[in-house]
């Protein structure tokens, strides 16, 4: 069997087990990453959508709403919310597509800029205690099977 084959799980979750089903592991994963980066979220004002989209920001900035949207992992209606909130705080602003007025493009602000670089050290040092133990090969690899993983199953191009 090629490593293209779909692989369909025979045994049911019970037979399985949650420590062997990776949507589960997944998931508990980033609930403890997220949860762990609550506090520092908060000292700073920021909420999980909010710190999501200055993130994404911060890389790739000047996207439309709908690719944000994507990139952030957050429903459009929670993201406009926290749009919202980021531009009363004068950490975002909101441009309309020079080609297309219809669109609205978003961008960090030099304040927004600078809350995500207060955040980033908490969210690099959750990120190393992810890793501990775990040795550059082995996380490289992991990285490149997330990839193909998210490549599986997009729904959109980026």
Sequence with gaps: ???????????????????????????????????????????????????????????????????????????????????????????VRRETDPTDNRAVRVFITDDGRAAFENLWPHMAAAYARMFRGVGEAERHAFIVTLQKMLANIRKHDI
């Excluded at 997220?34 to 890389?59: C, F, H, I, Q, W």
Aim: glycine letters at 6%; aromatic letters at 4%.
């Design 1 to 91: 069997m090629n490593d293209d084959t779909l692989q369909v799980p025979t045994q049911k979750l019970g037979e399985m087990g949650l420590s062997n089903f990776a949507p589960y592991l997944m998931n508990r994963i980033m609930g403890r990453y997220n949860a762990s980066l609550r506090e520092e979220m908060a000292e700073l004002g920021l909420t999980t959508p909010k710190a999501r989209t200055l993130a994404v920001l911060s890389v790739n900035d000047g996207l439309l709403i709908r690719e944000l949207a994507v990139y952030a992992v957050t429903e459009q209606s929670t993201l406009s919310r926290a749009l919202d909130r980021l531009q009363a705080e004068g950490l």
